[in-house]
């Protein structure tokens, strides 16, 4: 993503009660024990000389000039996979959700897995933070970085096309985005394409020839201001031309502690759900950090 190994990255593990490194090292971010090691683990992965772990329970702290001091510096945040509400009810309407949209004002690149994309969008499933309901009321806005949109991850794996559906039919301002593991969607300029091995699915609450949803593969593009594909019909694979704003969104499921998959295509290191903000895919890292993208 950044390609520089001193560049300033901040990690959000805010959404995870528990978290498992690429060697296994498992840390519970509200404790002491097993974060240096953890911390080690991630930098020698994204092979980078820092970075800043930022987590807080309080919503009083998080709206501190103090803490929000490293994501005013960062070139890079991202956030952690677990559950969605965990990390709304501690950062919405605080200074960090200020500086996270000014981070992506500034040209920097916000990433996320599982969670870490759904509190991305501007509706958040799952958001209650003391247990796993679908649609908690009360606890529903997302950061909004992607507007009148509702992120689903995980999508094949655990059987969620027909929540998509429920959401929507609930609140049909929405696109439904979901997207399976080992998948990824880069937007430039409101133009998404897939990547990787599994799919996405855009739910709009309409049917478009036989099918409800548009199920886009590696390499079909997805226009989010027109909502439509591009270039395509349902099933059908499609082109665009790149631009430049970029943003990203992934998922997998390897990361978080009580995930056990593992990526499908060994050559293409994906381990995140994810979302990133103005990436230039020529400055993308070597390694891998928050949305896990191999580059030269």
Known sequence: MINDPNAKVVFIPTAASSLRSQNKTIWNPDKEENKNEFKEDMLKRFKL???TILHTRDRKVADSEEFIKPVREAKAVWISG???????????????????????KRGGIIA???????????????????????????????????????????????????????????????????IDDNTGIIVKDGIGEVFSTGR????????????????????????????????????KSGSAVRTEKTFLLQSDLQSCHRCRSKPKNESFPVDFCGFLMRLDRSRIFKSIVGVNVAGR
């Open 200 to 235: 996405v699915a855009v739910y709009d609450n309409k049917k478009h020839k036989h099918d409800w949803y548009y199920w886009l593969k590696a390499g079909d593009k997805f226009d989010f201001n027109k909502r439509a594909p591009v270039n395509m019909s349902p099933g």
């Open 112 to 178: 996320g897995e599982s969670a870490g994309a759904m509190v991305q969008g501007s509706y958040t499933i799952r958001g209650n933070p003391d247990k796993p309901v679908l649609m908690a009321a009360g606890s529903e806005k997302g950061l909004g970085i992607l507007n009148d949109v509702a992120i689903n991850p995980h999508l094949s794996s655990n059987n969620r096309e027909n929540e998509l559906v429920t959401i929507i039919d609930k609140y049909p301002k929405l696109l439904g985005i979901g």
């Open 49 to 51: 000389n820092q970075i």
């Open 82 to 104: 677990g559950n969605p509400g965990r990390f709304m009810s501690v950062y919405l309407g605080t200074k960090v959700e200020t500086e996270l949209k000014a981070l992506l």
